[in-house]
Nanobody, 126 residues
Framework: VQLQASGGGLVQTGGSLRLSCATS????????IGWFRQAPGKEREGVSC????????YYADSVKGRFTISSDFAKNTVYLQMNSLRPEDTAVYYC????????????????????WGQGTQVTVSS
């Protein structure tokens, strides 16, 4: 299983970015794919996830209504559309995958994920 995140960059407050997580060795539906982020001096936190049983999507409260996760089965890619970006969204963003069906309470627990892509930097200027 390999994951590759891309699409980060520098954007002004209120702007948008779309992150991509290209996967290989992953069968959508068998794996949950999550997006996490880590700001300097802070712990890695879950942002969004698409579940591996029924494709249910999950969002952290801090991004609800602004971020949208989606999957392109043909391209084996998961996207994170980020709108209305804020300076506090600045972080390195990672995508991760896990085959085990996670309970809802563990969806955003980084240690539960088995595979990680390299990060992509998102910087939101004020």
């Amino acid at each position: 299983v390999q994951l590759q995140a891309s699409g980060g960059g520098l954007v002004q407050t209120g702007g948008s970015l779309r992150l991509s997580c290209a996967t290989s060795g992953v069968t959508f539906g068998d794996y949950a794919i999550g997006w996490f982020r880590q700001a300097p001096g802070k712990e890695r936190e879950g942002v969004s996830c698409v579940g591996n049983v029924d494709g249910t999507t999950y969002y952290a409260d801090s991004v609800k209504g602004r971020f949208t996760i989606s999957s392109d089965f043909a391209k084996n890619t998961v996207y994170l559309q980020m709108n209305s970006l804020r300076p506090e969204d600045t972080a390195v963003y990672y995508c991760a995958a896990v085959r085990t069906h996670l309970p809802v309470g563990s969806i955003f627990t980084p240690l539960r994920y088995d595979y990680w892509g390299q990060g992509t930097q998102v910087t939101v200027s004020s």
